[in-house]
Nanobody
Framework: QVQLVESGGGSVQAGGSLRLSCAAS????????MAWFRQAPGKEREGVAV???????RYADSVKGRFTISQDNAKNTLYLQMNSLKPEDTAMYYC??????????????????WGQGTQVTVSS
């Protein structure tokens, strides 16, 4: 059973930075697409960034140039470095894993495993 545990959320002022981590267990690194999603109150869950087993990355337009997704396969850990944060980045952030190529398109219904989420709050 794959387990994903996020950490690193918190409150920050606009323009600040945070780094989220996701510790993964119960799976073989390299078999999955790993991604970050977020959900703000009253809004649908949206894909933020995805990384494949070869380290290729893809980002939502809203975070391009500000967020960086990376992974350390030796530690089975996924990261999301978030810079130049804006109030509209405020949301619950979720780590996600799936084996399907559909994950590359950041589709929430492609996700097989979800973490419990970590809250990010950006104040103006």
């Amino acid at each position: 059973q794959v387990q994903l545990v996020e950490s690193g959320g918190g409150s920050v002022q606009a323009g600040g930075s945070l780094r989220l981590s996701c510790a993964a267990s119960g799976y073989t690194a390299g078999n999955y697409y790993m991604a970050w999603f977020r959900q703000a109150p009253g809004k649908e869950r949206e894909g933020v960034a995805v990384i494949d087993k070869d380290g290729r990355t893809r980002y939502a337009d809203s975070v391009k140039g500000r967020f960086t997704i990376s992974q350390d396969n030796a530690k089975n850990t996924l990261y999301l470095q978030m810079n130049s944060l804006k109030p509209e980045d405020t949301a619950m952030y979720y780590c996600a894993a799936a084996e399907t190529l559909r994950m590359w398109f950041l589709l929430a219904d492609a996700v097989k495993y979800w973490g419990q989420g970590t809250q990010v709050t950006v104040s103006s």
